[in-house]
């Protein structure tokens, strides 16, 4: 050995550069690995020992209703210093080594997939309406369709095509799923509906040229699709149309095509139809989309196309086209240092980064975030690398629920989530990515479960934390936001001290969805929730109800149960 060392040391003494160029390459590796850890460590656990009575507070005396878990009492002690990364959530040290090999930092997708109970009755999200004739060369459900020859299920087939917006869904041939606005054949015999689904033996999917419809209650009337262009409903013509809708074209001829078509080549994000006039803008004060009228007054037939609607010379029909809105889509870092920090906090899985965004917009400011997610910096949240403390960005993205984390705060946006949705958001997020899917076997194995027994009690306490905590809170529940998104937003960007402009507000609406969307291709097609896992969570619902009313705040929205 002692030959060995002798060796390299003649050797580096006839050849000194390549001595020092071997040492800077070490020094260089070291550096990286340090920096790497600095942000990309794991989360730490908060030291503060949590006392039964984790709901107590002025004002909020401690419920009582549940035991919350074991991992929610106490907690190992954190080393003191500056860290980027706060404690993520008090747990055992098994729960965080499996968060941290999972990169489980982000929150999760601004739409989840919705949990619907496999027991939930047929009609509540649809209504068959009989067996009708289907043609290859002119179907009768003209929208999107997809076939699987395998696992073709009615459930899937009426989710598929809800989540797109449209109206009917329509099974053929035992694995076809058909959508559309319209139904546009006429009826056949219910014997002629008479092939099993693939994917469910105990219910009918349509037959050879045959189509099993269904109405679709559950459909997103302000999702609904026609080809590339969002159907946005039927409005009465603004008093100053021309200036409100400013560019216009008369189309004997007309058709939804051709007039959407016109606004997209004019660059417009609005398509209003007017009879045979195609009238094109931007959605304004003048024009907001936000009084909406019945279709029926719409409903006067195209001249270019027997099937479609062309509104008339009172009420126009309104199609968003692809064409970007860019009055909101600029963006930077504050200009000057902000003085108060201000928390976007979420639970896992409530939507924090839709709201992120839906802010971004709102503001023309970025938002930052207490840990860092490259994903979401690559996808345009340039405040993701800045340290939460830097000051240039307008709100900080947090799910952090300790009294140390909170009180950083000058004051918090908290976002609150239905926690069926938001489990199963986060669960889908953890192994799927975020707009990705938890695979079967997470579902049915031992994940799901021992999953909800974690974060399920977490839901709860992060609420409670941040009411008995916070500064200056303003709660806003995620289900609001999206029935509302224009008065909601407008709560939150006046917390932020920023003065609303209708018009960037209008442009948002129509700009809602960001990057983080997932498809409804793969949602679960049954209850993930057993009874004694319904039965618990239903607990921590009555808790946070409770206490959001014990501050005079409206309780939890009536979806959240019975469930």
Not at 121 to 133: L, N, T
Not at 148 to 154: H, R, S
Not at 257 to 286: H, I, N, Q
Not at 470 to 484: C, I, M, T
Request: charged letters at 25%; glycine letters at 10%.
């Amino acid at each position: 050995m002692a030959k060995l060392l002798v060796k390299f040391q003649r050797y580096f003494r006839r050849k000194p550069v390549r001595f020092f160029t071997l040492l800077a390459l070490y020094l260089a590796a070291g550096s990286l690995v340090f920096l790497h850890s600095g942000f990309s460590g794991e989360p730490t656990v908060t030291g503060s020992q949590r006392s039964p009575g984790a709901g107590e507070g002025p004002g909020l005396p401690y419920l009582g209703v549940m035991q919350l878990s074991r991992g929610f009492k106490a907690a190992a002690t954190m080393p003191e210093g500056g860290r980027r990364h706060g404690p993520w959530f008090k747990s055992t040290s098994k729960e965080l080594a499996e968060r941290g090999k999972a990169g489980d930092y982000g929150s999760a997708r601004s739409r989840a997939p919705r949990g619907r109970s496999g027991r939930e009755k047929e009609e509540d999200r649809a209504r068959y309406i009989g067996c009708y004739v289907d043609n290859t060369r002119r179907r009768t459900l003209r929208g999107v369709s997809f076939f699987d020859y395998k696992k073709m299920t009615v459930f899937r087939c009426q989710d598929n095509c809800a989540e797109r917006g449209y109206l009917y869904a329509g099974l053929e041939f035992g694995a076809e799923c058909y959508c559309g606005h319209k139904v546009q054949a006429s009826n056949a015999s219910e014997s002629e509906c008479n092939m099993e689904c693939k994917g469910e033996r105990s219910n009918t999917c349509g037959g050879v040229n045959r189509l099993s419809i269904y109405r679709l209650e559950l459909a997103q009337e302000s999702a609904r699709r026609y080809g590339s262009a969002i159907f946005r409903g039927c409005f009465r013509q603004p008093d100053n149309v021309s200036i409100a809708l400013p560019v216009s074209q008369l189309m004997l001829n007309m058709s939804v095509d051709k007039c959407v078509d016109f606004c997209t080549e004019k660059e417009y994000p609005l398509s209003a139809l007017a009879g045979t006039t195609c009238r094109c803008g931007f959605p304004t004060t003048l024009f907001t989309l936000h009084e909406r009228e019945d279709e029926q007054l719409c409903a006067q037939k195209c001249a270019g196309e027997e099937f479609e609607s062309c509104g008339t010379t009172e009420y126009l029909l309104v199609y968003q086209t692809q064409v970007q809105d860019n009055r909101c889509m600029d963006r930077r870092f504050l200009p000057t240092h902000a003085k108060q920090l201000v928390a976007l906090a979420s639970f896992p899985g409530a939507g924090n980064t839709w709201a992120r965004h839906l802010i971004e917009l709102a503001t023309g400011f970025y938002t930052g975030s207490y840990y860092f997610d490259g994903s979401l910096y690559n996808k345009g949240f340039k405040g993701e690398r800045d340290h939460w403390r830097s000051g240039r960005t307008i709100c900080i993205k947090t799910h952090e629920s300790g009294q140390k984390e909170i009180e950083s705060f000058d004051s918090a946006i908290l976002l609150i989530r239905n926690p069926y949705k938001a489990l199963m958001a986060e669960f889908n997020r953890k192994y799927g990515g975020h707009i990705g899917f938890a695979a079967h076997a997470h579902w049915k194995g031992k994940e799901w479960p021992e999953f909800v027994a974690n974060y399920a009690p977490w839901w709860a306490t992060h609420t409670l934390d941040w009411l008995r905590y916070g500064k200056k809170v303003l709660v806003v529940h995620f289900e609001d936001l999206k029935r509302d998104l224009f008065v909601q937003l407008q709560r939150m960007v006046g917390l932020l001290g920023i003065t609303a402009c209708e018009d960037r507000l209008l442009c948002v609406e129509g700009q809602k969805d960001g990057n983080f969307k997932r498809s409804g291709l793969r949602k679960l097609e049954y209850d993930p929730y057993t009874p004694e896992m319904r039965k618990m969570i239903s607990g921590y619902i009555k808790t946070v109800d409770t206490a959001l009313k014990l501050r005079n705040l409206s309780g939890v929205p009536d979806d959240y149960y019975p469930r």
